[in-house]
């Protein structure tokens, strides 16, 4: 059946997980020295954590876009959510830096399906008025997450 016909579910849905997108960047951002300290490795090391995911969302947005095109926006976002989701989980067990940075990076890639695919599906059948709200929304929850992110990994 799917959710085609529950229109603010899945916009719900598309626009929570570009919150925690911006809310994990956000967080991490703000913890790189700690980071570094933990993982006994320097600052410029540690960047990788949040520069590595930002790289790969990138350059693989546009080629995960054109996929999905040809597989299925749904299909395509509930994958790239899935290996998001694993990433994470791989991030909270990361034994080192490198696996941490690779983690994060596999995270990011998987975002470059999540956030454009999730864009293109609450989109699909939308007026052009209605278009705009949704940027709105998009931009809105994304710079949320950040913003909220920075507060809590300052905590």
Do not use: Y
């Amino acid at each position: 059946m799917g959710l085609r016909g529950h229109r603010a579910l899945v916009i719900a849905i598309c626009l929570s997980a570009n919150f925690l997108g911006g809310l994990s960047g956000g967080v991490l951002g703000m913890v790189v020295p700690v980071l570094a300290r933990e993982f006994d490795t320097t600052i410029e090391v540690a960047m990788w954590v949040t520069i590595g995911p930002m790289f790969a969302t990138a350059m693989f947005a546009p080629i995960l876009g054109k996929l999905a095109d040809i597989l299925g926006r749904t299909r395509m976002w509930w994958t790239s959510f899935a290996i998001v989701v694993v990433s994470a989980f791989l991030c909270g067990v990361a034994p080192s830096m490198g696996a941490l940075i690779g983690a994060r990076v596999v995270g990011g890639l998987a975002g470059a399906g999540v956030g454009p695919t999730g864009f293109g599906i609450m989109c699909r059948d939308a007026s052009p008025q209605q278009r705009g709200v949704i940027v709105a929304m998009q931009t809105a929850t994304g710079t949320l997450g950040g913003s909220m992110g920075i507060a809590l990994g300052g905590m």
